[in-house]
């Protein structure tokens, strides 16, 4: 009858305590790479210094550490054959991978006054290394002083020393990990919760989630209990391989467990999730770290901040807006308060865009034309067309000139919202005769604009009359394209010569879009006559038509026989370009 196998579980530790468990076993561990051993390497002194095929060993980082066959007992010195046996397993450096004296130097040199202290205080210092920021070439030194010089025998905590100092930043890998645990296995060394926490916080540094994983499985399979500090180096691997759903509930595991989180694990978080633009989930994040009576660095406010303003992240800024900005802990830049008025111009948040508009002004800042459109946009983006038209007044009374670009976007809301032209000519006089604001003249045009889209020229022709009365504006080039343009599409023609007129007598200069409407009136009209005569002073101008206003002269001169018609239709500057083909030799 076989004999029943023995399954050392975590009570079988707690019943017999002087049971000593079989060395745990990495079997899924990737097998080791064959080594060709220089036969010339012979056995020699465990006080002796590296051969050069060793120290070329050392430093190549295909290095799969291997000390001596240990057991696990107290610390103690080689036998000659051992230290034989430790040297031969150090091979040639690959092919291609020349290292220099200098390099060599920089992982085996170890100042004379370390070297000369004894084997406690060497020890000592090993020790320390775990404590401080880690330095594989400083443990490197140590442990070959301890190993290779003095004979040491390799023990657990020396691989442990060994596996944190791979938390290195430059010179640490998790591949050195998976050696140095299938390492001591192989030399019977016993791997304890010490080795497996260091190992937890070099895939912290260098993310292995294969890894992680197999050391999280031999955690719980040998009924060890993660340390807070593991916890922390779990999710910090998460958060950097990306993974943060995983961190996410990784960290409401913690919470469960009563484990405390330290800050910078949540700060570590919100960066990342900045990076991928997931801001709410850091909201979320964010409430419930301060509900918890927790503070965030000013750094990661600010931080979120810039980043939530350059996403548009409406919710996320006025957060970070409440909390910090109008206590004053927070002074954003110029950069940052134009992507919130950029923003608030597609949301409507006009709290928000007026909290900007304050900030900038208690600091004295400069605002440019294009912060008084992005507030224009606000307004109009909650319905509010009154208040857009009075930051255009405003707008012209910071001595900004404005230009049509600045009443597009009231153009364009009144034309979708169907709002008749008489009602924005009425909130306009209002605001000139009873609030006594400086009305600019493009919003003028920008109604009769309004009047011509309707075809209503003679509404048009009287928001003309009273522009002189009521605004004392004297009519710009502007003003009179959109009422030529209006009489064009009506067929208005003699209105729009006493258009013409007004601007004889004004001496307003006409520029390309007058006479362009005035060519293609006349030439709809049947008046080549005119037509020619206006094309002729626009090219002394210095004016040309518009390619698809060419066209439309060339089909409407085509089927007339007047003279001028003909001019104008085989003009150089209207006719079509003659298309050369290619001579076949």
């Not at 910090?236 to 800050?263: C, K, V, W, Y």
Request: glycine letters at 4%; aromatic letters at 10%; charged letters at 25%.
């Amino acid at each position: 009858m076989s004999a029943r196998a023995i399954v050392a579980d975590g009570l079988w530790h707690c019943l017999c305590p002087s049971y000593k468990q079989v060395p745990l076993k990495w079997s899924n561990f990737p097998r080791r790479l064959k080594q060709h051993v220089n036969p010339a390497v012979k056995a020699i002194s465990a006080a002796r210094s590296f051969s050069r095929t060793s120290e070329a060993a050392l430093l190549s980082p295909e290095l799969n550490s291997h000390f001596a066959e240990g057991n696990g007992t107290l610390p103690g010195k080689y036998d000659s054959d051992m230290s034989g046996e430790m040297d031969q397993d150090f091979t040639e450096a690959p092919r291609g991978k020349i290292f220099s004296h200098t390099t060599f130097q920089e992982f085996t040199y170890l100042d004379e006054t370390i070297r000369s202290q004894g084997d406690e205080e060497i020890e000592k210092r090993l020790r320390e290394t775990v404590k401080r920021a880690p330095n594989y070439k400083s443990t490197m030194k140590l442990i070959r002083e301890l190993i290779r010089r003095r004979g040491f025998q390799p023990q657990t905590w020396h691989y442990t020393v060994l596996i944190a100092a791979n938390a290195d930043a430059l010179m640490g890998c998790p591949k050195h990990v998976r050696s140095l645990l299938k390492e001591m296995h192989e030399n019977n060394i016993p791997i304890d919760s010490a080795t497996l926490h260091a190992a937890l916080k070099v895939l912290a540094v260098h993310p292995d989630y294969i890894l992680r994983q197999k050391i999280l499985h031999t955690l719980r399979d040998r009924w060890l209990t993660i340390s807070p500090e593991g916890w922390h180096n779990i999710v910090t691997g998460l958060i950097r391989e990306g993974q943060f759903e995983m961190a996410l509930d990784h960290i409401s595991r913690m919470q469960a467990q009563n484990i405390p989180i330290e800050p910078w694990l949540y700060s570590l978080l919100i960066y990342n999730l900045c990076a991928v633009e997931d801001f709410d989930m850091i909201l979320e994040l964010m409430l419930k770290w301060i509900n918890n009576g927790n503070e965030l660095s000013p750094n990661l406010w600010f931080h979120i901040l810039v980043a939530a303003s350059e996403s548009f992240h409406e919710k996320c800024v006025s957060f970070v807006w409440k909390k910090r900005v109008q206590s004053g802990l927070i002074n954003p830049p110029y950069g940052v308060c134009s992507n919130i008025l950029i923003m608030t111009s597609r949301t409507g948040n006009t709290s928000l865009a007026s909290k900007v508009f304050r900030v900038l002004r208690e600091r004295e800042g400069i605002f440019l034309l294009e912060d008084y459109n992005c507030l224009v946009d606000t307004y109009l983006a909650a319905g509010n067309l009154s208040l857009a038209l009075r930051v255009l007044c405003t707008a012209q009374t910071a001595t900004f000139t404005l230009d049509e670009t600045a009443t597009r976007s009231i153009f364009t809301y009144c034309i979708e919202k169907n709002i008749p032209p008489r009602t924005v000519w009425q909130k306009l006089t209002n605001m000139k005769t009873k609030e006594r604001r400086n009305v600019p003249l493009v919003a003028v045009n920008a109604v009769i604009e309004m009047a011509v889209h309707h075809k209503s020229m003679t509404v048009a022709l009287e928001f003309y009359r009273e522009l002189a009365d009521v605004f004392k504006h004297r009519p710009s080039a502007t003003t009179f394209n959109h009422l030529i343009r209006g009489c064009r599409v009506t067929g208005a023609h003699e209105m729009a010569n006493f258009f013409v007129q007004e601007m004889i007598l004004l001496d307003v200069f006409p520029d390309r879009m007058t006479y362009e409407y005035l060519v293609l009136l006349c030439v709809d009209a049947g008046r080549f006559r005119e037509a020619h005569r206006y094309f002729v002073e626009m090219m002394d101008s210095g004016f040309a038509l518009t390619p698809g206003s060419k066209v439309h002269v060339r089909t409407r001169c085509f089927d007339s026989e007047d003279q001028y018609a003909k001019l104008l239709q085989y003009d150089s500057e209207i006719r079509k370009p003659i298309a050369r083909r290619p001579m076949v030799l």
